[in-house]
């Protein structure tokens, strides 16, 4: 990605503009999310533990903050390779906590290295993170929850709940009546089977 691109969908005057899906488009960082990958379903293990490492940096900060270091998340974290990740010892863990191209806080950088390992467990024991969660689906959000406190480090309600509609497990990530809604339908996400 060579860095962010105006954002294609216009707001409509049905969506709220004090919603994301009304405030997103045009912007320069929200609204390529907005419109390519936020709800979309994702398969890919390293799109799928970006999103977590994301949803998890994310907490206590803006979104904004997090979309605008995402480079230098990729670059930090060897483009979210799992194995890459999982292997990370001491001395990148100093490399990461001295990177001001991510989020600088030990407790996140622990978690992500700790989960890159749980996720490349998930191959053995499901066949991958994305076959994980089709096992678990369908859930409703609170059981989500627990099962990812149980499973991954530094995981609650909001980090869970977003990485999963983020990544097309469960509704919400658009209104009903933002044009980004019906193309997300179209792909037939795992919230709407």
């Known amino acids: 990605m060579v860095g962010p691109v105006p954002s294609a969908t216009v707001?409509?005057?049905?969506v709220p503009p004090?919603?994301?899906c009304g405030a997103a488009p045009g912007h320069p960082f929200h609204g390529p999310y907005h419109?390519?990958?936020?709800g979309f379903p994702a398969t890919d293990e390293p799109v799928l533990f970006e999103r977590l490492v994301l949803e998890i940096n994310q907490a206590g900060l803006s979104w904004?903050?997090?979309?605008?270091?995402?480079?230098?998340?990729?670059?930090?974290?060897?483009?979210?390779?799992?194995d890459a990740v999982a292997a990370f010892g001491?001395?990148?863990r100093a490399r990461l906590l001295a990177d001001a191209g991510i989020i600088r806080n030990r407790l996140k950088v622990d978690a992500a290295i700790a989960n890159a390992a749980v996720v490349a467990g998930m191959r053995d024991s499901h066949g991958g993170f994305d076959a994980w969660l089709a096992t678990h689906h369908p859930l409703p959000k609170d059981e989500w929850v627990k099962l990812f406190k149980r499973t991954f480090r530094f995981t609650g309600g909001e980090i869970t709940g977003e990485f999963l509609m983020s990544t097309g497990w469960l509704p919400g990530a658009h209104l009903p009546s933002c044009p980004v809604h019906h193309e997300i339908l179209a792909l037939e996400p795992p919230w709407a089977r």
């Open 11 to 14: 707001p409509t005057p049905d």
């Open 35 to 38: 419109d390519t990958e936020y």
């Open 64 to 82: 904004l903050t997090i979309l605008k270091k995402r480079e230098g998340f990729r670059a930090a974290y060897r483009g979210f390779d799992v």
């Open 18 to 20: 004090d919603s994301y």
């Open 90 to 92: 001491e001395a990148d």
